[in-house]
């Protein structure tokens, strides 16, 4: 039976290189970084180093790096502790992010608006999935605590005009965080180029281990700390560092950034191939997101009058792994709010399809796929 995994904007398998350089903290050097002996030393040496590797791939300082637990609690770090910090040194109370945003950062903007009186303005996006900047010009002002708008979309793969966000927030003197969790794996992390003040990685996906982020917050940044307790990562994030994890992180993020280049130039032909035959042989299909400005191992499609759900469970049937852009639950479908967003009707945004690619994916993988895909959505069409 077939088993092939075209599901790399969940999560990656950890390399091979990552999983040997994290072997020794779990084994000899299980020191805690905190501790004052020698084994504590050595521990501490390898989150520092860890650190100043991340510093190099985003162009900052070491200083300007927080690890956390993961992509999620870096963008609660960011928009919780940013927006509450606006709020208390300069009465700021609105927040600012898009329509299209991961859970991580919209349900945490809709919790400050519930529990803490926020007020939350929601960017609209065009048909492609993209926050036109100019919508920013008239909604910021003085009273905004902190902008948050992704830099590339976990649904529909379109890439943000970040640098240009960021610019206009700059001008106001405003907060600007990215969610960079899905870019991590391919674009370009120059925190100065982007203009950013926060930015959010998960190491699991650029084949590091899950369970561990990274936030990068500008020099100067006011964050109120989101876990307190010892004085870890500078106070903005306290507990016992997970040396092994932060060293794989910062070997994974290394390794991406090395080999760039080349990671997009494997998948994105492949990716192509996948679009191209889509569009052409599937009737009533559209492909979701931004045709050229989107991650290059990323398709993503809505198959008209298709139950997306379904479609999974036929593909997944099949031997082939692959995810949808809708939280749809059999029996309760939900269309995604990403997907509406981008002007798409029901009948349509129901049935969504997001296809990823990744090192390990080959030219027979996508070719087997795309023979198997046409009779799935066909089938996934049928009413029974
Ligand atoms: N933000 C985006 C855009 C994501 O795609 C994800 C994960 O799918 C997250 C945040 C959450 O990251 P993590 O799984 O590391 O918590």
């Not at 303005?121 to 492609?128: C, G, I, S």
């Not at 008239?138 to 979309?153: C, F, G, P, R, W």
């Not at 990403?338 to 070719?367: H, I, N, Q």
């Amino acid at each position: 039976m077939m088993n092939i995994y075209l599901d790399y904007s969940a999560t990656t398998p950890l390399d091979r290189r990552v999983l040997q350089a994290m072997m020794p903290y779990f084994e000899m050097d299980f020191g805690n970084p905190s501790s004052v002996h020698v084994r504590g030393q050595k521990a501490e040496a390898a989150v520092e180093n860890g650190r100043e590797s991340v510093a190099k791939v985003l162009h900052c300082l070491p200083e300007e790096i927080i690890f956390t637990s993961c992509g999620t609690e870096s963008d609660n770090l960011a928009l919780r502790g940013g927006a509450l910090a606006a709020r208390k040194e300069r009465g700021a109370i609105r927040i600012l992010t898009s329509k299209g945003e991961h859970p991580a950062v919209s349900r945490t903007a809709e919790q400050l608006a519930d529990v803490h009186g926020f007020c939350v303005k929601w960017l609209e996006l065009d048909e492609f999935g993209m926050v036109r900047p100019e919508t920013l010009i008239d909604a910021l002002d003085e009273k905004t605590a902190i902008v948050s708008v992704m830099y590339a979309n976990n649904e529909i793969g379109t890439i943000q005009p970040i640098a240009e966000i960021a610019n206009l927030c700059r001008g106001q003197r405003v907060l600007f965080h990215t969610d960079a969790v899905q870019a991590g794996a391919y674009l370009n992390l120059d925190v100065d180029k982007l203009g950013v003040d926060m930015l959010s990685l998960g190491a699991h996906k650029f084949y590091g281990p899950k369970g561990i982020g990274v936030l990068y917050a500008r020099r100067g940044t006011s964050l109120l700390p989101q876990q307190t307790g010892g004085g870890q990562e500078g106070g903005m994030r306290a507990g016992t560092h997970n040396v092994a994890y932060i060293v794989g992180l910062a070997e994974a993020l290394r390794l991406t950034f090395e080999e760039r280049d080349e990671r997009r130039e494997h998948v994105m032909p492949l990716r192509d191939q996948i679009i191209g035959t889509v569009l052409e042989e599937i009737p009533d299909s559209q492909l979701t997101g931004h045709p050229t400005d989107r991650l290059p191992g990323h398709a993503s499609f809505v198959f008209k009058d298709a139950d997306g759900n379904r479609l999974l469970q036929i593909l997944d049937a099949a031997g082939f792994a692959c995810s949808s852009g809708s939280a749809c639950k059999t029996g309760s479908p939900k269309p995604s709010e990403v997907l509406l967003a981008t002007g798409l009707s029901r009948e349509w945004a129901l049935g969504s399809l997001r296809v990823t690619l990744g090192m390990p994916t080959t030219a027979k993988d996508v070719e087997a796929f795309l023979r198997v895909l046409p009779g799935a959505v066909e089938k996934a069409r049928k009413r029974h």
